[in-house]
């Protein structure tokens, strides 16, 4: 890849890009995007993955010259991702959102952070490019969470806007879940396996068409995030602190009833068999994340 990339990627670039864009039920939105698409990288390959849409996804994609891949009924976003990685033949793996959100304009922006040695970039929304104020608030605390874990500062942890190594990306596309949280997974397990990360601001335009997540249906799934970006990492790192807290409890409550009532408590007993538990399985499931890693490679 070029060192240097002018405000439109050359067409003529050695690298080949493809651009994968997964979709359910986004006609409306996909002629305007396809069309400035083609204007912006004229020679990328895309591939728009029609997860059991029932409207014209497939066919104004074909119109527009993209390789359609369809899934016979929605296996969801994720599952829509790696099926598109695998149909995908560039070296550089573009992924965007088809609902009108993400800029194809930023795209270049994202090449150029790409090739001053990043394996990934991601495209990181601002607060004025949330969909509310809640699902803000709800990223501010995932990214502040990641970065904890991590010890690497991270601006956005589920955005769907990223370029990639193709190489890179499709050695995880194992771990990788079928639904909406894909983006934290492939994050962390950059983060694990020393694979540097990019970011590079962008605002994120209100998507046309209506949404696919549900508040209530998946709060809870977004909630498991927050387990997912540790265990993922380092689970340690979040076992070790809640086996710390039982262990201090168990010893604080026996040193109290030592000298109260003379004697060691069920209580104290339940309360440090709890530590060693749960430190126990902390260093089971480090374990087991580290064979995931090297299974992958």
């Given at each position: ?60 994609a074909r119109a527009h010259g993209a390789h359609v891949v369809s899934h016979p009924y929605s296996l969801g976003n994720g599952a829509a991702v ?66 904890l874990i991590t010890g690497h500062t991270i601006l956005d942890l589920t955005s769907g806007f990223r370029a990639v190594r193709a190489e890179r ?129």
């Amino acid at each position: 890849m070029s060192n240097s990339l002018s405000p439109e990627y050359p067409a003529a670039t050695t690298t080949p890009l493809s651009v994968i864009l997964p979709a359910k039920n986004e006609a409306k939105s996909l002629k305007g995007l396809l069309t400035r698409l083609r204007a912006t990288l004229p020679q990328a390959e895309l591939i728009l993955l029609d997860d059991g849409s029932t409207d014209q996804t497939a066919e104004v994609a074909r119109a527009h010259g993209a390789h359609v891949v369809s899934h016979p009924y929605s296996l969801g976003n994720g599952a829509a991702v790696k099926s598109g990685a695998r149909a995908a033949s560039g070296d550089v793996l573009i992924f965007m959102d088809a609902d009108g959100q993400h800029d194809p304009a930023d795209i270049p922006r994202l090449l150029a952070k790409l090739d001053e040695g990043y394996d990934m970039v991601v495209g990181a929304r601002g607060v004025g490019s949330q969909a509310s104020v809640g699902r803000s608030l709800a990223n501010s605390f995932y990214n502040g969470f990641a970065t904890l874990i991590t010890g690497h500062t991270i601006l956005d942890l589920t955005s769907g806007f990223r370029a990639v190594r193709a190489e890179r990306f499709k050695r995880f596309l194992y771990l990788l879940p079928n639904g909406f949280s894909y983006p934290t997974t492939i994050t962390m397990a950059f983060f694990r396996s020393g694979y540097p990360v990019g970011y590079v601001p962008i605002h994120a335009a209100k998507r046309q068409g209506t949404s696919h997540l549900r508040p209530f249906r998946d709060g809870v799934r977004f909630l498991l995030i927050m387990f997912k970006v540790a265990t993922l990492y380092s689970p340690l790192k979040v076992f070790f602190p809640v086996s710390a807290a039982f262990f201090a409890t168990g010893i604080g409550y026996y040193l109290y009833t030592f000298v109260t009532l003379g004697r060691f408590t069920n209580m104290s007993a339940l309360l440090l068999t709890a530590a060693i538990l749960v430190f126990m399985m902390g260093l089971i499931s480090e374990q087991i994340t580290a064979l995931n890693y090297r299974e992958g490679d």
